[in-house]
């Protein structure tokens, strides 16, 4: 059982930066792949970034790629998301997730609560 909750969402300027946390408790996630989604109203949960289990490794779609960045920390059962440069359409809720590979949400077995970013133009 892994419990995950996210942490740092808020209201940003277009052009402004957030900082978004995952605190993972229960079982350790060091051997888990976890990975950042978003999802806004009316449109389906898409992946905005992964990393490996080992971190050697991260992805990035197109649509985020060069502003946002993906983090952890396995010792600690942290992960992170640095978003720079953030756009209006970066307007979501962001959920948390361990367990998956690749950008299929149903890959994934454990999700966190989500925390709402909102960013104004």
């Known amino acids: 059982q892994v419990q995950l909750v996210e942490s740092g969402g808020g209201l940003a300027q277009a052009g402004g930066s957030l900082t978004l946390s995952c605190a993972a408790s229960?079982?350790?996630?060091?051997?888990?792949?976890m990975g950042w989604f978003r999802q806004a109203p009316g449109k389906e949960r898409e992946l905005v970034a992964s990393?490996?289990?080992?971190?050697?490794?991260?992805y990035y779609p197109d649509s985020v790629k060069g502003r946002f960045t993906i983090s952890r920390d396995s010792a600690n059962n942290l992960m992170y998301l640095q978003m720079n440069s953030l756009k209006p359409e970066d307007t979501a809720v962001y959920y948390c997730?361990?367990?998956?590979?690749?950008?299929?949400?149903?890959?994934?077995?454990?999700w966190g609560q989500g925390t709402q970013v909102t960013v104004s133009s």
């Open positions: 997730a361990a367990g998956g590979l690749g950008g299929d949400s149903h890959d994934y077995n454990y």
């Open positions: 229960g079982r350790t996630v060091t051997t888990l792949n």
């Open positions: 990393i490996r289990w080992s971190g050697a490794s991260t």
